[in-house]
């Protein structure tokens, strides 16, 4: 599936579309350069999942956990990883197979612990406003 966004404006529509084409995916895979709105598409998708409290980047604490209506949602921000033992030694299995919503910028940081199924997002800069996103379930 492709979505443009033209606008911040937009994003609630966006993440409801991406959540209603997960295939039931709970684990989403965000991809885009330094800057590409993974944190904000993620704090759109936080929203949807009816999370009242701010979501912010876990750039330094690598993990946020969130309340929604019904779910659990885990946000991980992998970019300061320096190995993917830190995310073993983190215990990320537990998050990642507790059937919970996994939010994860820079998953290219731990290739080798992805879960079989998942959702990939790709966001493309098209100009300051504009992004394109692809979204693949694997």
């Known amino acids: 599936m492709q979505l443009s966004v033209n606008s911040l404006s937009q994003l609630p529509q966006a993440a409801e579309a991406i959540l209603a084409s997960s295939a039931g995916n709970k684990i989403f895979l965000f991809y885009g350069e330094m800057g590409a709105g993974k944190t904000t598409l ?45 995310a ?5 299995e537990e998050y990642f197979y507790s059937d919970a919503y996994c939010f994860i910028e820079w998953p290219e940081k731990i290739p080798d612990l992805l879960p079989d199924h998942y959702a990939n997002i790709r966001i493309q800069v ?13």
């Open 88 to 92: 073993l030694d983190m215990g990320y």
């Open 126 to 138: 098209l100009d300051s406003n504009s992004r394109s996103i692809s979204i693949e379930n694997i």
């Open 42 to 86: 993620i704090k759109a998708l936080c929203e949807a999942l009816g999370v009242t409290e701010p979501a912010t980047s876990p750039t330094f604490s690598i993990v946020n956990e969130y309340i929604g209506h019904k779910n659990r949602i885990y946000h991980f921000d992998f970019y300061r990883l320096k190995n993917q033992t830190e």
